[in-house]
């Protein structure tokens, strides 16, 4: 019940292009679902964060779309660029009091953006 | 305004031997959660402090242990170490205990068991 899967595993996508990936959760109690984004050898980093009283959240050339009845969250990253190439991480939490510090992470999708 | 900082960047331990790491938060943050990534993985949650206790544990076992201090800065043990144990331990501090689902992470120690 607290796993979140991630897909694809891998995306390859050319300069200007638009970069999806998918996450689905199980845990009905989860309300915050953040993305992360990691490069090498660093931490990951927030990118967007969405709460499920609404559907779609908008920061610059990235949009989270969020579906609540499917359970299913995704990253859209409009108008890709070779320095958009990372590691990108959704993530969830939630479920009340001190739940809320607890980051269940996807596998992780390695973004590879060519110019 | 300082990130989140840790230290030290990378350690090299032997199988049996024991690894302390640390982490300060961010200015203005008093949670401090602690994370597990394996190479090619998503981190895994350890455990989290708030007001110098653990409030919340992953499922990892005893031997890794914590502490937080008063100012908010924390430590994270780990005894006898497995080979398995080898990963890049990641802190991530938040505002507090009710926003901590927003987490800013530092940038990890790499932990290597021989």
């Known amino acids: 019940q607290q796993q979140v899967k991630q897909s694809p595993q891998s995306l390859i996508v050319q300069k200007g292009g638009i970069s999806i990936i998918n996450c689905a959760y199980e845990?009905?109690?989860?309300?915050?679902f953040p993305w992360y984004q990691q490069f090498p050898g660093k931490g990951p980093a927030l990118l967007i964060a969405i709460r499920p009283d609404v559907s779609e959240k908008k920061e610059g050339r990235f949009t989270i779309s969020f579906n609540k009845s499917a359970k299913q969250f995704s990253l859209h990253i409009m108008d890709s660029q070779p320095g958009d190439s990372a590691t990108y991480f959704c993530?969830?939490?939630?479920?009340?009091?001190?739940?809320?510090?607890?980051?269940?992470f996807g596998q992780g999708t390695i973004l590879t953006v060519h110019p | 305004d300082a990130g989140v900082t840790q230290s030290p960047t990378h350690l090299i331990k032997t199988r049996g031997q024991q690894v302390t790491l640390r982490c300060s938060p961010k200015?203005?943050?008093?949670?401090v959660s602690w994370y597990q990534q394996a190479l090619g993985q998503g981190p895994q949650f350890i455990f989290q402090?708030?007001?110098?206790?653990?409030?919340q544990r992953g499922n990892f076992p005893d031997r890794f242990s914590g502490h937080q201090f008063p100012n908010y800065s924390s430590e994270l043990n780990v005894n006898a170490l497995l080979l398995g144990d080898s990963a890049l331990y990641l802190c991530?501090?938040?505002?507090?205990?009710?926003?901590?689902?927003?987490?800013?992470f530092g940038p990890g120690t790499r932990l290597t068991v021989t």
């Open positions: 845990n009905t109690a989860f309300d915050y």
């Open positions: 991530a501090s938040s505002p507090d205990l009710a926003g901590a689902g927003e987490q800013y």
């Open positions: 200015s203005g943050h008093d949670t």
């Open positions: 993530a969830a939490s939630g479920g009340g009091g001190t739940s809320y510090g607890k980051l269940t």
């Open positions: 402090y708030y007001e110098e206790e653990e409030r």
